[in-house]
Nanobody, 127 residues
Framework: QVQLVESGGGLVQAGGSLRLSCAASGRTFSSYAMGWFRQAPGKEREFVAAINWSGGRTSYADSVKGRFTISRNNAKNTMYLQMNSLKPEDTAVYYC????????????????????WGQGTQVTVSS
């Protein structure tokens, strides 16, 4: 089992940057595929980015491609989301998620694929 805690959210002006972190407990962090999702008020939770065990494979939503970068440091049990060129439409609660998997090649894009979730961190982008 793994517990996830997000940090790094806040208020930023459009065009600015933030880096979110997701700290994981447990000794088998490197066996979990990870992802970032977000949920704006009145909307469903949506996929943002995903990364495999080793960090060598990533996937992004079209809306963030070229602006956001997902990464992980397995030695520190931490995943990151670097967010640049932020837009007001990026405003949401951001969640990290994890799923135990036996295959390093896999990334997961659907919320239902994940077993563990953090509590979320608020990101607000002002225009």
């Amino acid at each position: 089992q793994v517990q996830l805690v997000e940090s790094g959210g806040g208020l930023v002006q459009a065009g600015g940057s933030l880096r979110l972190s997701c700290a994981a407990s447990g000794r088998t962090f490197s066996s979990y595929a990870m992802g970032w999702f977000r949920q704006a008020p009145g909307k469903e939770r949506e996929f943002v980015a995903a990364i495999n065990w080793s960090g060598g494979r990533t996937s992004y939503a079209d809306s963030v491609k070229g602006r956001f970068t997902i990464s992980r440091n397995n030695a520190k049990n931490t995943m990151y989301l670097q967010m640049n060129s932020l837009k007001p439409e990026d405003t949401a609660v951001y969640y990290c998620a994890a799923v135990l998997t036996s295959k390093d090649s896999i990334v997961f894009l659907r919320p239902g694929s994940y077993d563990y979730w953090g509590q979320g961190t608020q990101v607000t982008v002002s225009s």
